[in-house]
């Protein structure tokens, strides 16, 4: 009966996953609704919504009339993901809080709760976004213990499952699952992947969720909240002053307070200028940051880039990249960027010195294909990228290829 099918349904207080759960609901599934505290509010006075939050998604199971619990993974979240965010910071790369809380928090500590302390069949999230098992499968799934290390999908004789695109393609949020393992994927429903927002907006409207409904959409990193970036990463790193300076002629264009505090990409924001500038490289040592002028310089493109070991969804690695050395498939590092096509290779490429990572490919633009420009206000470039934002999952070691911008397709 699918009555017995106990899905524990992740709220965050807003309206996905607050549908998510009713449509589990209509579907006659056992549901129990669960909010995660992960973000320590009283730290940051009371800049975080964590407690309203926590009573809305409560009201959620109260319309619902669905059990609801609350845990807290403050500490988990410091040690696994504000601490892996400061850390990136610090070398001087830009970090995805949102990819490494899915893969650390709500995938691994959640999912355990969900399956160990609740007995849950699956879990379930707001997320946009679908797999390659309908939900009979999902809930046919047996734990198995995966071998670690590299090969180890290889151990598997069942077929891997797929990360797939939501069908609303301006919500689709595979971007920020692309380091989820295959075990979660397993046992996890997406109740909102075939759905578009606004249709999503019309159930919640319908079925006495209005609460929900009139929330302000959530956007950019909780523990930061609406305070200024720059302010708020300075309380926990130490500023490392340094200069801007014009990759045309070597001119000191101005002063910041730390080249970490800038992605390779980004507009500099340099006081005094009226012309916008962007930053083309950085320099730990000196603390320099090195801009260029306008969005279509050439020192802001790249045709090349190198990963640390990825993390590859359905099969690590894949058959044709260990049979070819080389593969063509499609990236992104921004979310909602379109897809560019590229290639992978594994092992040494030209110029490279120092043996790759384990694990480890280089990317290259594909043969032809010309470098245009990105949106969210920046070149579309490749030394803006976000580590641990390929689709594939992969961590940058170091960055070396051409403009680009935003999340992924079949993975």
Request: with cysteine; net charge neutral.
């Amino acid at each position: 009966m699918l009555a017995a099918r106990h899905v524990v349904c992740a709220l965050s207080g807003g309206v996905d996953s607050a549908v998510a759960a009713l449509l589990l609901r209509r579907r006659g599934y056992q549901v129990t609704g669960v909010f995660m505290k992960n973000w320590d509010a009283m730290e940051e006075q009371g800049v975080c919504t964590a407690d309203r939050d926590c009573e809305d998604a409560y009201r959620v199971c109260q319309v619902l009339d669905i059990p609801f619990h609350h845990v807290s993974y403050v500490k988990e979240y410091w040690n696994d993901v504000f601490s892996d965010f400061l850390s990136e910071y610090e070398k001087g790369r830009t970090p995805n809080p949102d990819i490494i809380c899915n893969k650390h928090i709500k995938f691994k500590c959640f999912f355990d709760y969900a399956l160990g302390n609740l007995g849950a069949d699956a879990v379930a999230t707001g997320h946009y976004a679908r797999t390659s098992l309908e939900d009979e499968e999902v809930f046919q799934q047996k734990h198995i213990k995966r071998p670690e290390g590299l090969f180890r999908n290889r151990f598997e004789v069942r077929n891997a499952v797929q990360l797939l695109q939501a069908a609303d393609s301006l919500k689709d949020q595979t971007f920020f699952l692309s380091q989820v393992s295959q075990e979660a994927l397993r046992r996890t429903l997406f109740p909102l992947g075939g759905l578009t927002k606004d249709f999503v907006k019309k159930i919640a409207a319908e079925n006495g969720l209005q609460h929900v409904l009139q929330k302000k959409e959530s956007m950019g990193v909780c523990f930061i909240g609406k305070r200024n970036f720059e302010n708020f990463i300075l309380q926990y790193l130490q500023p490392r002053p340094g200069k801007f300076v014009s990759i045309e002629d070597g001119r000191v264009l101005g002063t910041h307070k730390g080249w970490f505090l800038f992605t390779l990409g980004q507009r500099a924001n340099i006081g005094g200028l009226r012309e916008p500038w962007y930053v083309v490289e950085k320099d730990g040592a000196k603390g320099d940051v090195f801009v260029a002028p306008r969005m279509d310089h050439p020192a802001l493109y790249r045709d090349l880039l190198r990963t640390s070991r990825v993390h590859w969804i359905a099969e690590e690695p894949p058959a044709a990249l260990v049979r070819d050395k080389m593969m063509e498939c499609h990236f992104r590092y921004r979310h909602q960027m379109a897809l560019v096509r590229c290639v992978l290779q594994r092992g040494r490429v030209p110029g490279q010195r120092e043996d790759p990572a384990p694990g480890a490919v280089c990317l290259h633009t594909a043969e032809g294909q010309q470098p245009t420009q990105g949106g969210h206000g920046g070149p579309r470039r490749w030394p803006g990228l976000q580590p641990h934002a390929l689709s594939t999952g992969a961590d940058v070691e170091e960055q070396s290829l051409g403009p680009a911008a935003g999340g992924p397709a079949p993975l």
